[in-house]
Nanobody, 115 residues
Framework: QVQLVESGGGSVQAGGSLRLSCAAS????????MGWYRQAPGNQREMVAR???????YHADSIQGRFTISRDGATNAVYLQMNALKPEDTAVYYC?????????WGRGTQVTVSS
């Protein structure tokens, strides 16, 4: 069983930056893939970025060049550096982990970007 706890959300003005962190516990080894998803009110949850244990990263087109995912393989922590934030980035951001074939989710952290 893997537990994920997100932190770093908050309220910023457009153009600002935030750094999200996700701490994982309960895994007895490296987590094969970790990522960030987001869900805005009335919308489906969408993938923002993900990264494998080997460091291969994928970023959604909507955030390409503004957000960067990274991870600490030793601690199974994953981060999302968000720059040049836009009001449309407002959402609850969820941490995700794929471990032994199962998906695990954090409870989410709210990001609000005002214009």
């Amino acid at each position: 069983q893997v537990q994920l706890v997100e932190s770093g959300g908050g309220s910023v003005q457009a153009g600002g930056s935030l750094r999200l962190s996700c701490a994982a516990s309960g895994a007895t080894g490296s987590i094969s893939r970790m990522g960030w998803y987001r869900q805005a009110p009335g919308n489906q949850r969408e993938m923002v970025a993900r990264i494998t244990s080997g460091g291969s990263a994928y970023h959604a087109d909507s955030i390409q060049g503004r957000f960067t995912i990274s991870r600490d393989g030793a601690t199974n922590a994953v981060y999302l550096q968000m720059n040049a934030l836009k009001p449309e980035d407002t959402a609850v951001y969820y941490c995700n982990a794929l471990y032994t074939g199962q998906n695990y989710w954090g409870r989410g952290t709210q990001v609000t970007v005002s214009s």
